[in-house]
């Protein structure tokens, strides 16, 4: 169980957050959304989502809302990623391993370009 | 699947499908005994005897009125492979806890494999269940529990990156700390 220092820290860095997202001019909400099924989970999603997640802390992006969800029912496909931005359609991505998820971060989620070559009909 | 951390996350997500708000995970080594046991408990919908039934065994019945997935059989064949077994007890309404064991030592046990990152998973993906992690070797124990992470957060999501960060280390560093006393036994 976290310490009372440990605690304190968490205060922080939530303080941090709010200024951080205080500070973002652009408004629209980002959510990267990882099938995480049998299949998926034997295809390699845990790690998947752990690139995602990896390349968010280390790039320092903010507000981006990362979920798990089970089954998508497209199982030679896994892993599979779903990206929603505002109100766009949602994007589905297939195959994504931890490189092609690092790929959808950079070239989608920051640069605005859907990654067509991994897109998939959902 | 080649991690018993693995089956773990597979299970939980069971858990989460049944609209679990609380999930419990727990990973007990016991050295002298050689035994290994995992369990997950969920306060979700549950099933009834048939349901347990059929998740067990799928190709017991005919019936396909409920998709049946093959994660729970192919690990309790992985179990009794190892001298072991996986008990599922639910109670409609109330919750569900699945219990696996398994030999130690035993040859065809499959490696735990990053738990860390099981629960890491977990904890991020799905905010909206209270989740309990406890992994103890013989008399070492780490317990995790995000409740009080998610109060102090007050509302602000875990994925915000320094707060990424501080849960993504203490998991870790938690259930290191536990197998490198255990590897010194």
């Known amino acids: 169980m976290p310490a009372v220092k440990s605690l304190e820290d968490l205060r922080r860095l939530r303080e941090e957050a709010l200024e951080k997202r205080k500070a973002k001019t652009t408004t629209s909400s980002i959510q990267v959304i990882v099938g ?43 892993p599979i990623v779903q990206v929603i931005i505002g109100e766009s359609p949602v994007v589905t991505y297939g195959k994504v391993t931890p490189d092609v998820a690092r790929r959808i971060m950079k070239d989608h ?3 605005g370009n859907i990654v067509k070559e991994y897109t998939i009909e959902s | 699947m080649r991690e018993l951390a693995l089956h773990l996350l597979d299970i939980a997500e069971n858990s989460i499908s049944a609209r679990a708000r609380r999930i419990d995970l727990g990973v ?15 306060d ?5 005897e048939q349901m347990v039934a059929r998740v067990v065994d799928p190709f017991v019945t ?4 409920r998709k ?41 046990r499959m490696p735990l494999g990053d738990i860390a990152a099981t629960v890491f998973s977990l904890v991020i ?12 070797v ?48």
């Not at chain 1, 752990?50 to 809302?65: F, G, H, Q, R």
């Not at chain 2, 002298?32 to 408990?41: A, E, G, K, N, S």
């Not at chain 2, 005919?62 to 009125?65: A, G, I, L, V, Y």
């Not at chain 2, 013989?138 to 849960?167: H, Q, Y």
């Open chain 2, 125 to 136: 993906g799905s905010p909206q269940v209270n989740w309990v992690f406890r992994y103890r």
């Open chain 2, 28 to 42: 007990e080594e016991d050295t002298r005994q050689d035994i290994l046991r995992m369990y997950v408990q969920d």
């Open chain 1, 36 to 78: 995480m099924g049998t299949v998926g989970i034997a295809a390699g999603a845990r790690e998947t989502l752990k690139a995602i997640l990896e390349y968010i802390e280390i790039n320092k992006l903010t507000d981006i809302i990362v979920r798990q969800t089970g089954n998508l029912g497209m199982d030679s496909w896994e």
């Open chain 2, 62 to 65: 005919s019936r396909t009125t």
């Open chain 2, 68 to 108: 049946v997935g093959l994660g729970i059989p192919l690990l309790k064949a992985a179990a009794e492979a190892c001298n072991g077994s996986l008990i599922i007890a639910s109670t409609p309404g109330k919750g569900t806890r699945v219990d696996v064991t398994f030999q130690r030592s035993h040859i065809d």
């Open chain 2, 138 to 185: 013989d008399s070492e124990e780490f317990v995790f529990d995000d409740a009080l992470i998610k109060a102090e957060l007050n509302g602000m999501p875990m994925t915000e990156p320094g707060i990424l960060t501080f849960i993504r280390q203490m998991i870790y560093e938690g259930v290191v700390g536990v197998q490198s006393i255990a590897n010194k036994v």
């Open chain 1, 109 to 111: 989620i920051v640069g």
């Open chain 2, 44 to 48: 979700g919908i549950g099933m009834d």
